[in-house]
């Protein structure tokens, strides 16, 4: 019985990853090709491709993100954000997306950081992300604070606290392995080959 559990175990651990990396990669990729895809189908009938509602997504992303650096269509961009940036509500969901938007992929990067925080009155020590160096435009109180974010283990969700800058200390990590450190509950420590 013994060999039985142990060997199921060993199928378990090999296998389980595999497969839900491979669904989660096809359920992406369907949803990714039907954003386009499934206006193009009825147009192509037996001649649609999986996968060409991806590569005209990308492609129209791509003409957009040229364009916005074209004097009449960027000025268009502006005024449309703009327009977005006055609507009650729709602003601060718009808000929200653009600035998560812009911490990834704009010029400023967040999440290039790796933080240890020490908790107050304690030894322990948590890792974060600074997100923000300057959050006194935010409350004038916050001079000497920075904006840190610190995931929780298993699941893709954290909190943001705002730490005394003398209580932060930067790690010399890659934002990746942090995150999978974190995420991970410290269980991937070790760099794999």
């Keep these: 019985m013994k060999f039985l559990l142990r060997n199921f175990a060993k199928g378990l651990l090999s296998i389980v990853p595999i ?13 990714l090709d ?5 206006a193009l189908k009825p147009y192509m009938k037996e001649d649609y491709i999986p996968g060409i509602g991806i590569l ?5 992303i791509t003409l957009f993100g040229w364009l916005s650096t074209k004097f009449l269509t960027g000025k268009l961009i502006v005024l449309m954000d703009r327009l977005l940036e006055r609507i009650p509500l729709v602003k601060t969901l718009y808000s929200v997306i653009k600035d998560t938007f812009e911490s990834f992929l704009g010029e400023k990067k967040s999440f290039s950081k790796v933080a ?7 030894e322990m020590k948590v890792i974060g992300f600074v997100t923000s160096e300057e959050v006194e435009s935010f409350n004038s109180k916050l001079k000497d604070h920075i904006a840190v974010y610190i995931p929780q283990t ?3 969700a954290g909190f943001t606290f705002l730490i005394h800058k003398n209580d932060v200390q930067f790690l010399d990590v890659q ?3 942090a995150m999978k450190f974190v995420l991970s509950g410290g269980v991937a420590t070790s760099k794999r080959k």
Aim: charged share 10%.
């Design 175 to 177: 934002p990746e392995d």
């Design 19 to 31: 497969i839900l990396v491979i669904y989660i990669i096809v359920k992406v990729f369907n949803f």
């Design 34 to 38: 039907s954003i386009l895809g499934n």
């Design 154 to 156: 298993f699941q893709v």
């Design 56 to 60: 005209i997504t990308l492609a129209l």
């Design 116 to 122: 240890l925080v020490t908790m107050p009155n304690s």
